[in-house]
Antibody
Framework: EVQLVESGGGLVQPGGSLRLSCAASGFNFSTYYMNWVRQAPGKGLEWVSYISSSSRTIAYADSVRGRFTISRDYAKNSLYLQMNSLRAEDTAVYHC??????????WGQGTLVTVSS | SYELTQPPSVSVSPGQTASITCSGDELGDKYVSWYLQKPGQSPVLVIYQDTKWPSGIPERFSGSNSGKTATLTISGTQAMDEADYYCQAWDSSTAVFGGGTKLTVL
């Protein structure tokens, strides 16, 4: 069974940093593109970033480029999102999601990031 | 930047057919996926590559995509189908989501 479990969310002050993790299991992690998608409270889905299966290709949404860094650890079957210079508008539930056939076919339950003083 | 437009809300009676549209420039040239999300839950993929079903998704969900509009159709809508629905496509290595449509079954 495919499982994606996020962790690392919490309350952080504006300008602060946070590192999110996503532990993957039940599939061959090294062969799939992986994504981060966020959802602000009461709002819709917003794609944040993806990383290719080899880590050679990475893309970011304009809203986070230069502040967020996506990475993955094949030995730990884990996906990460390093978030720096956080702003109030980054407050959201952050989901990791697996890519397959141009879709995001499995999603984690998400971890809440709150940016507030 | 690329945009996908969905109606904010759609209402349907139980047993009837619901249609949710998603529009964008040259959308028919891209693959569209559809997700449903119930309150407090993570999104679930219901249609990928315009018309295909992931395993476990009932065939009352169907999709189409042509020109500027993709459509998710739910036949024989059930109360359990009440949820927010999002379309999604890729443009220039960026995933784009529609704003979401709240489907009410009443």
């Amino acid at each position: 069974e495919v499982q994606l479990v996020e962790s690392g969310g919490g309350l952080v002050q504006p300008g602060g940093s946070l590192r999110l993790s996503c532990a993957a299991s039940g599939f061959n992690f090294s062969t799939y593109y992986m994504n981060w998608v966020r959802q602000a409270p009461g709002k819709g889905l917003e794609w944040v970033s993806y990383i290719s299966s080899s880590s050679r290709t990475i893309a970011y949404a304009d809203s986070v480029r230069g502040r967020f860094t996506i990475s993955r650890d094949y030995a730990k079957n884990s996906l990460y999102l390093q978030m720096n210079s956080l702003r109030a508008e980054d407050t959201a539930v952050y989901h990791c999601a697996r890519s397959s056939h141009d879709a995001l076919d499995y999603w984690g339950q998400g971890t809440l990031v709150t940016v507030s003083s | 930047s690329y945009e996908l437009t969905q109606p904010p809300s759609v209402s349907v009676s139980p047993g009837q057919t619901a249609s949710i549209t998603c529009s964008g420039d040259e959308l028919g040239d891209k693959y569209v996926s559809w997700y449903l999300q119930k309150p407090g839950q993570s999104p679930v993929l219901v249609i990928y590559q315009d018309t295909k079903w992931p395993s476990g998704i009932p065939e009352r969900f169907s999709g189409s995509n042509s020109g500027k509009t993709a459509t998710l159709t739910i036949s024989g809508t059930q109360a359990m189908d009440e949820a927010d629905y999002y379309c999604q496509a890729w443009d220039s290595s960026t995933a784009v989501f529609g704003g979401g449509t709240k489907l009410t079954v009443l």
